[in-house]
């Protein structure tokens, strides 16, 4: 599975922003999906995940209720929605995957940035 993140750029604080992964080379109907971030100076963190039925979400503390992940199988698809963004959500965002046996995702693609401005 190759993943492809895209649509992050530059915001203002309170806009929205929606990032898609696209995944190539095997389906993932059999695989969780999620999305991590990484500040500059800060270790990478984990966002939102979406199982690998596309019916179970996680979401970190910090961007719960702000924060929507959904999937579109028939796209091999999954969107990362950013609403009310504020500055410290400014950071790299990755897309990963993992076999859904497993626990750790081992599939990772190059991030994409999304800066907030105040």
């Known amino acids: 599975v190759q993943l492809q993140a895209s649509g992050g750029g530059l915001v203002q604080a309170g806009d929205s922003l929606r990032l898609s992964c696209v995944a190539s080379?095997?389906?993932?109907?059999?695989?969780?999906m999620a999305w991590f971030r990484q500040a500059p100076g800060k270790e990478r963190e984990f966002v939102g995940s979406l199982n690998y039925r596309g019916r179970s979400t996680s979401y970190a503390d910090s961007v719960k209720g702000r924060f929507t992940i959904s999937g579109d199988s028939a796209k091999n698809t999954v969107y990362l929605q950013l609403n009310s963004l504020k500055p410290e959500d400014t950071a790299v965002y990755y897309c990963?995957?993992?076999?859904?046996?497993?626990?750790?995702?081992?599939?990772w693609g190059p991030g994409t940035l999304v800066t907030v401005s105040s």
């Open positions: 080379g095997r389906t993932f109907k059999t695989y969780d």
């Open positions: 990963a995957a993992k076999f859904f046996a497993r626990n750790d995702y081992d599939l």
